[in-house]
């Protein structure tokens, strides 16, 4: 039994050495311990040790930095070495530092983010019983007797097993009375929640290996046990044909039970054997390149290596269905030829399933997928397959940045404008396509951003030769861009005035297509059924009780659901301002798609594809793979749908609404109006004659339709620059929000004002607000917000953050202000 520890006495010794290590809390900077004399030669910068804060809770961080400068002040010893191999290399501990400083975090955050669940261990509260209780447990109540009886038979207990024996969730006040009577002593170990996967082999007695012994018990056999013999010829006939058998599989080639498998353990014929086994099986590492580059991909791959050879950042700009994804195949090729790793990212987990597939056809197993569906003990894996360099390509989202490359030689970030890189909540709030350019650079490594449509930033750095430009201009196959039509929408009378769902237009070239056995695609960017819903009599909204936003109505389970806090309500019948019970439903989701077209087109199966419908690991890979085998002729869906997806059969996409796209109330408006359009009309087409795209749209002269219509990025480009310039935003800027949150509105308002005041005593030309956002209550947290628009002065940027950060400092020491949280996020887009 363990006994009772201070940790402060573990070591007699005078230390040998100190430790900076990152643990994974937001602290202002990283601590230090010390390191006793005889674990010093065990120390590993980029490996785990166990450490203590106060109250003895215990944490598994990362060393940093070792050194042998005394500090200043009294420092407690690391506890345990847990790695003998390093978890992070150097580099990964310098992109958390980097990362920390330039999105203004801790580096505790960031490894917070960036390492898997099973690798951050924090302790496990264990009580021991205290030996010199004695037996006597009369002085003790019903509830104290319960837990110190069983700490007598069992010497300790961990929370979950006190919760238990109790049957209730609250349990401290029962500790608490124990510890004070001296029965016992709370432990604080750390608890590895990672565990290997064990799978059951079956093998065959080696003394039945030889067939001539083998022979007699077949032989001999009888009539007794049929369904054994069944099963052990099922046995033997697998491991000649496939070698090696799994209990599991054995039991479901042969049909047998598991009652007769152990009937053949028993008499000792065969040998069941656990081993650990890979969650992630990889394909045999092939190269298959089954395909020529059109002279422009060829074209387009040789400027490509050429700027490689001066230039580390590269834009590859090629328009939907150019073939960039084979020029990507032939530039990993190369790198893997030459040993080294490659990073491909993505913006959205639904591209992946796909891409998969195509980059699985042509490099095998060289081939690893990673990111959040995968479960905390598959992490684990991958983590470890890329950090001993045994996995080659790594296709991933934005999180896929953080692993421990060994030698990364190639990062693509595909759809590089997509705002889905960027992190919202919680910190780090990174921009996953700024740190990959910063990253590689660590390694010398090259960068390969590529798009349809790219971010104003990028196609600028490129435009001014920050970066190098390659262009794409034409479809492979030489295939000519979608026609765009614009329905003007204002023409076409509805009951109520609401929105037109399916114009006659769009319902006609529906009609077209099924006709000609061609799939089409629809998109609107709302799920759900009716974004909100009003009193006919009065004009009231049902809005949600936690955030300042009306509540979405799901048909499909008859319930409102707020869209920011998630929160579930009952459908509304009854109108609280005026007691009436008549509502119309305005505007439409996805949902409200797929019924019309239910009504409209009985007999062709539709299917939707939005957050709500596609859930789990494979939901996504599923449906896609249904609409490419032409199981499903109408595909309805949000973003999903138009993310670099490639369907051969797809000659018609529809654009439901598109003065939703045209209207947000931010500086990046057109851009973004213009590239999901493009990419949207970028899934017509793909393959053999021109694809269409319907755009149904109220303000039919707004100007980025006809720049649309024209498939003209680089005119876009040369106006929307101009304007970004008069007006001093990015790419001429840098902006930082600061956004204010506190349950009451009268003290964020106080807060946001007191602090403003303070920053514009060196910062007045460059402050905006403070102002409420549009929607300014989420999750009962009023908000505010204060925007920085910054000159691209780094010595400028660089006081203005550590002001910021000082000045947060200095408001959470007003007692007033302690609670409001102060949240900064630079390049806020």
């Not at 790219?454 to 430009?469: F, I, Q």
Request: charged fraction near 25%.
């Amino acid at each position: 039994m363990r006994k009772k520890e201070d940790t402060t006495e573990l070591f007699t010794d005078e230390p040998a050495a100190w430790v900076d290590v990152i643990i994974p809390l937001a602290l202002p900077k990283n601590f230090t311990w010390s390191v006793p004399p005889e674990l010093l030669p065990n120390i590993i910068v980029g490996g785990r040790v166990e450490v203590s804060l106060k109250q003895a809770k215990r944490y598994a961080g990362i060393v940093k930095r070792l050194h042998y400068e005394k500090p200043s002040f009294e420092t407690k010893p690391i506890l345990n070495i847990l790695d003998a191999e390093p978890v992070a290399f150097p580099e990964q501990l310098s992109l958390w530092e980097w990362m920390a400083d330039y999105y203004m975090c801790s580096e505790g955050e960031v490894m917070q983010a960036a390492l898997p669940a099973h690798f951050k261990l924090s302790s496990e509260t264990v009580l021991l019983f205290n030996d010199d209780a004695g037996e006597d447990l009369s002085h003790l109540d019903e509830d104290e007797f319960l837990v110190a009886e069983a700490l007598q038979l069992r010497k300790e207990l961990s929370l979950t097993e006190v919760q238990q024996i109790l049957d209730v969730t609250h349990v401290y006040p029962v500790i608490k009375r124990l510890i004070d009577k001296n029965v016992c002593f709370v432990w604080e170990e750390l608890k590895d929640n990672y565990r290997e996967k064990k799978e059951t082999y079956i093998l065959l007695n080696p003394a039945y290996n030889d067939e001539e012994k083998l022979a007699p018990l077949l032989n001999d056999w009888g009539g007794k046990a049929p369904k054994q013999l069944e099963l052990l010829l099922a046995f033997l006939h697998i491991s000649k044909t496939e070698g090696e058998v799994t209990q599991t599989e054995l039991l479901k080639k042969s049909g047998a039970s598991a009652s007769q498998l152990k009937g053949l353990v028993d008499k000792n014929i065969l040998w069941p054997e656990k081993r650990s086994v890979d969650r992630i099986r990889l394909l045999p590492k092939n190269i298959t390149i089954d395909f020529e580059l059109s002279a422009a991909q060829q074209a387009a791959l040789q400027e490509v290596q050429e700027f490689f050879t001066f230039k580390n950042v590269c834009l590859l700009h090629g328009v939907t269905s150019s073939g960039k994804t084979q020029v990507y195949i032939k530039l990993m090729e190369q790198v893997i030829k030459e040993g080294k790793q490659v990073l491909f990212m993505l913006p959205e987990i639904a591209l992946t399933a796909q891409i998969i597939r195509r980059l699985q056809k042509h490099l095998g197993g060289y081939i690893t997928v990673y990111h959040s569906k995968f479960s905390q003990n598959e992490r684990v894996e991958i983590w470890n397959k890329v950090r001993t360099g045994e996995a080659k390509i790594i296709l991933g989202a934005r999180s896929s940045l953080f692993l421990p490359f060994k030698e990364l030689g190639l990062i693509i970030c595909d759809e590089e404008h997509d705002s889905s890189y960027k992190q919202q909540d919680p910190a780090p709030r990174y921009h996953a396509r700024d740190a990959a350019i910063y990253f590689a650079s660590l390694f010398q490594a090259n960068v390969l951003l590529g798009s349809a449509t790219p971010s104003l930033e990028s196609y600028y750095n490129a435009h001014t030769g920050k970066y190098g430009l390659v262009e794409l201009n034409e479809r492979y196959g030489s295939i000519a861009m979608p026609q765009i039509e614009i329905v003007d929408t204002k023409k076409i009378p509805t009951p109520n005035k609401s929105k037109v769902i399916i114009s006659p237009t769009l319902k006609e070239a529906i009609e077209q297509s099924l006709q000609q056995d061609k799939q089409v695609i629809l998109f609107q960017n709302r799920r759900g059924y009716a974004p909100y819903q009003v009193c006919q009599t009065c004009g009231w909204v049902p809005h949600c009780k936690n955030c300042d936003v009306s509540l979405t109505y799901h048909k499909i389970t008859n319930k409102l659901q707020c869209h920011y806090c998630g929160t579930v309500y009952s459908n509304v019948h009854t109108c609280e301002a005026c007691g009436s019970h008549q509502f119309i439903q305005q505007n439409f989701g996805t949902e409200r798609i797929e019924e019309e077209l239910q009504e409209l087109f009985p007999a062709i199966k539709v299917a939707r594809m939005d957050i709500d419908s596609v859930k789990g690991k494979t939901a996504h890979d599923s449906l896609i793979q249904q609409f490419e085998q032409r199981k499903v002729s109408i595909l309805v869906g949000t973003q999903m749908v138009v993310k670099g997806l490639d369907f051969e059969h797809v000659d018609l996409v529809g654009i439901l609404d598109g003065d939703a796209i045209l209207s947000f109330a931010d500086f990046r408006v057109n851009e973004r109006a213009f590239q999901l359009m493009e990419q949207v009309s970028g899934r017509a087409g793909r393959k053999g004659k021109q694809g269409t795209v319907l755009i149904q749209v109220r303000n039919i002269n707004h100007p980025v339709l006809q720049l649309v219509q024209q498939h003209d990025y680089r005119k876009f480009f040369l106006e929307e620059i101009e304007s970004r310039k008069r007006f001093s935003y990015p790419p001429f800027s840098r902006l930082i929000m600061i956004t204010f949150r506190h349950k009451d509105a009268e003290v964020v308002s106080e807060a946001a004002l007191a602090f403003a005041e303070q920053m514009k005593k060196k910062f007045t030309n460059y402050i905006v607000g403070p102002a409420q956002p549009i929607v300014n209550r989420v999750k009962n947290q009023y908000l505010m917000e204060l925007l920085f628009k910054l000159p691209k002065d780094t010595s400028l940027i660089n006081r203005c953050k550590q002001s910021i950060l000082e000045h947060i400092a200095i408001l959470h020491q007003d007692k007033k202000f302690r609670s409001v949280q102060v949240v900064p996020d630079v390049d806020v887009i």
